[in-house]
């Protein structure tokens, strides 16, 4: 299984609406990412989990918020988004970090903030 | 500051011909280069990678060359097919340090798309 799952495919949310983005990769990756991508644009790193714990924050506003409850699963929450955070949301595993190993990325979420 | 250029927007190729995807770089820090290949509506894939201490590394159709003096790296497919119509990312890594952690950082080009016609 060299997958990672990510649902919702689609998300579309008001600005005053809570809600979560879910990744699941079952390859023993201990190092898990979010990323986010604007049409036409590359993919730019929000956050670096390693070993279930988060090492990097690329100064990502706090309403966006993540969370890694086990070695398998990355959430990302998400609360009081504006219209400008409407992306492409990819979440992508590795084997370790520090590592200059390829990512395996999921299909993304749409997300549109209406 | 884009570090990471791939100057090309879209390259259109016959079936059979070669497709050439060129990517340059600034940042002499990056050690590890990686293409990946990304259909509509699906995440980035890995396609192949590539060293700094090395020129060139091939694998099947696809080789990827690294011209480190001039900070270029490039990418051929031969021959190319109508499967390989896909955005082709360019990214680079480099290790950086954080409160004490240091981890593998990728900083993607903006993408080629390219279009194999039968």
């Known amino acids: 299984d060299t997958e990672v799952t990510q649902t919702p495919k689609h998300l579309v949310m008001g600005m005053t609406n809570k809600k979560s983005l879910k990744c699941e990769q079952h390859?023993?990756?201990?190092?898990m990412y979010w990323y986010k991508q604007k049409a036409k644009k590359p993919p730019e790193l929000m956050f670096v989990y390693s070993y279930e714990k988060l090492s990097i924050n690329e100064s990502v506003p706090s309403r966006f918020s993540p969370e890694c409850p086990n070695s398998s699963l990355l959430n990302l929450h998400l609360h009081a988004l504006q219209p400008e955070d409407s992306a492409l949301y990819l979440c992508?595993?590795?084997?370790?970090?520090?590592?200059?190993?390829?990512?395996?990325f999921g299909s993304g979420t749409q997300l549109s903030v209406l | 500051d884009q570090q990471v250029k791939q100057n090309s927007p879209s390259l259109s190729v016959q079936e059979g011909r070669i497709s050439i995807l060129n990517c340059d770089y600034t940042n002499s820090m990056f050690d590890y280069f990686l293409w990946y290949k990304k259909y509509p509506a699906e995440g980035p894939t890995f396609l192949i990678s590539i060293s700094s201490i090395k020129d060139k590394n091939e694998d099947g159709r696809f080789t990827v060359f690294l011209n480190k003096s001039a900070k270029h790296l490039s990418l051929h497919i031969v021959p190319s097919q109508p499967g390989d119509s896909a955005v082709y990312f360019c990214?680079?890594?480099?290790?950086?340090?954080?409160?004490?952690?240091?981890?593998?950082?990728?900083?993607f080009g903006q993408g080629t798309i390219l279009t194999v016609h039968p």
């Open positions: 992508a595993s590795s084997r370790v970090v520090p590592t200059n190993e390829k990512l395996f």
């Open positions: 390859m023993g990756h201990r190092a």
């Open positions: 990214a680079a890594s480099a290790l950086y340090n954080a409160g004490g952690t240091s981890y593998g950082k990728l900083t």
